[in-house]
Each structure stands twice: as structure tokens, then as C-alpha cells.
């Protein structure tokens, strides 16, 4: 869902020829299947495309992309578990929610064992943090 939205809010700002987004898990649970349904409807509900087959996040993403956001601090700890102590590729892992105004730490919760209250909330917070992420980066 992340990179759905951040994607939509680059085109909503004229942006997407500079930034796009997209994404990876750090498990294998979900490789080259379709987003949760109930993902697809809040996109759906919000006019966001979300067209994605999961794929897992890799250590040659770290040379093809120029910033790498993580959701949680688990996620944050397998991606930079992939990379050596002094790798300068440590820059580039941040938590999405770390743009946001005293956004330090501040995770995005999973909402798979929830319910679609649980999925709109998460859409919402993301709307927020990519917001403000686009913000950042275009200064």
C-alpha cells in the first residue's frame, strides 16, 4: 500500500517523472502474489492503483535505490542485516514515518490480522508520512 500512495501523491504534485516508489517484503511469505483484498479495496475506495505482485527485498536494491523505508523495526533490522557494519549503504534505510514532524521511531502498523478499519487507518498514516516524505525530499 505504501508505494501505492506515494506514487499517487508524486502524480498528484506533477512529480512522477522524479520519484517513484515501490516495494519488497523481508520474508518470502508473499512473492508473486496480489496484494490482501482488503488492501485493494481501500486503494480501491481512495482512486489508488495498486498493481504489485510481492516480491522479496534483495541486497541489490540497495545499488538500485536511493532511499530504502521500512514500515517497522523488525523489517528495518532484516534490511540492514543484510549489509556489513560500515557499508555506506546504511544511510539510505530509513522508517518511512521518521519524515514525518517528530516521526522518530514511529512505526507503520501491519494491519493483516485486523480488520478494514484497520487498513483504512493505515492508509490514512501513510497519505501522512509519504506527504511529508515528498516534502523532505524535494528540499
Known amino acids: 500500500m505504501a508505494h501505492s500512495v506515494f506514487n499517487k501523491l508524486a502524480k498528484e504534485r506533477g512529480l512522477e517523472d522524479q520519484y517513484h516508489a515501490t516495494s519488497a517484503g523481508t520474508a518470502g511469505y508473499h512473492i508473486g502474489q496480489s496484494p490482501d483484498a482488503r488492501t485493494k479495496i481501500v486503494c480501491d475506495q481512495n482512486q489508488t492503483l495498486i ?7 534483495q541486497k541489490e536494491d540497495f545499488e538500485e535505490f536511493d532511499l530504502i523505508l521500512a514500515m517497522d523495526g523488525s523489517n528495518l533490522k532484516d534490511i540492514l542485516n543484510l549489509l556489513h557494519e560500515n ?3 546504511r544511510n539510505k534505510v530509513k522508517l518511512l514515518r521518521s519524515y514525518e514532524p517528530n516521526g522518530e521511531g514511529k512505526e507503520v502498523p501491519d494491519p493483516y490480522y485486523g480488520n478494514l478499519d484497520d487498513f483504512n487507518n493505515v492508509y490514512e498514516m501513510l497519505i501522512n508520512a509519504c506527504g511529508h ?3 523532505k525530499i524535494r528540499k
Open 51 to 57: 498493481e504489485h505482485k510481492g516480491r522479496k527485498f
Open 87 to 89: 557499508d555506506e549503504s
Open 133 to 135: 516524505l515528498l516534502d
